[in-house]
T-cell receptor, first 111, second 117 residues
Framework: SQQGEEDPQALSIQEGENATMNCSYK?????LQWYRQNSGRGLVHLIL?????REKHSGRLRVTLDTSKKSSSLLITASRAADTASYFC???????????FGAGTQVVVTP | GAVVSQHPSRVICKSGTSVKIECRSL??????MFWYRQFPKKSLMLMAT?????????EQGVEKDKFLINHASLTLSTLTVTSAHPEDSSFYIC?????????????FGPGTRLTVL
């Protein structure tokens, strides 16, 4: 079953702008993960935030987690054309690795 | 980071035939692998958990006789789509968790595009 809902479904921005996407989930979690998928390819793990963390950074990525609202956001700063991809949040409710993915946000960054 | 490979990357077959997809962890051992299915412009849906040396566990609604999973070694899991039909056409992706890296993140294969004519 699909755990997370993401918005927006699609996002089109210009290089240098920031891209923000949100994810909501339904059940309690131990951690929430964000993945990136280039068209027709596998997924790349971007960042994991644990339930006791509120914010995490990795390079140009910033992830927040609000467990009271059951939501997370992913911010990509100073976007580049190479950031064009689909981004998915995923939860692992029982920490067994059975990921439940959100619907994804398709990001297009134009030069 | 850990690498997961899949073979083949793309396969086209006739309706009624069976197709085997391999998923390998190249530089780590994976006692557990996962198989996902993705429809165009959709999210990934977990199909089953592949357990080394034991039976796979399937998610609700996934036919185990249709999607046979074998995890014969610590680095290889196979998914066989039996008697494939056009509705089985999809993008199949496997993943594995490298516990040795002390992370809960998963490593995904590049996916296999199955087209059933």
């Amino acid at each position: 079953s699909q755990q997370g809902e993401e918005d927006p479904q699609a996002l089109s921005i210009q290089e240098g702008e920031n891209a923000t996407m949100n994810c909501s989930y339904k059940t309690s979690i131990n951690n929430l993960q964000w993945y990136r998928q280039n068209s027709g390819r596998g997924l790349v793990h971007l960042i994991l935030i644990r339930s006791n963390e509120r914010e995490k950074h990795s390079g140009r990525l910033r992830v927040t987690l609000d467990t009271s609202k059951k939501s997370s956001s992913l911010l990509i700063t100073a976007s580049r054309a190479a950031d064009t991809a689909s981004y998915f949040c995923a939860t692992d409710p029982d920490s067994w690795g059975k990921l439940q993915f959100g619907a994804g946000t398709q990001v297009v960054v134009t030069p | 980071g850990a690498v997961v490979s899949q073979h083949p990357s793309r396969v086209i077959c006739k309706s009624g035939t069976s197709v085997k997809i391999e998923c390998r962890s190249l530089d780590f051992q994976a006692t557990t692998m996962f198989w996902y299915r993705q429809f165009p412009k959709k999210s990934l849906m977990l199909m089953a958990t592949s357990n080394e040396g034991s039976k796979a566990t399937y998610e609700q609604g996934v036919e185990k006789d249709k999607f046979l999973i074998n995890h014969a070694s610590l680095t290889l899991s196979t998914l066989t789509v039996t008697s494939a039909h056009p509705e089985d056409s999809s993008f199949y992706i496997c993943s594995a968790r490298d516990y040795g890296q002390g992370t809960f993140g998963q490593f995904f294969g590049p996916g296999t595009r199955l087209t059933v004519l």
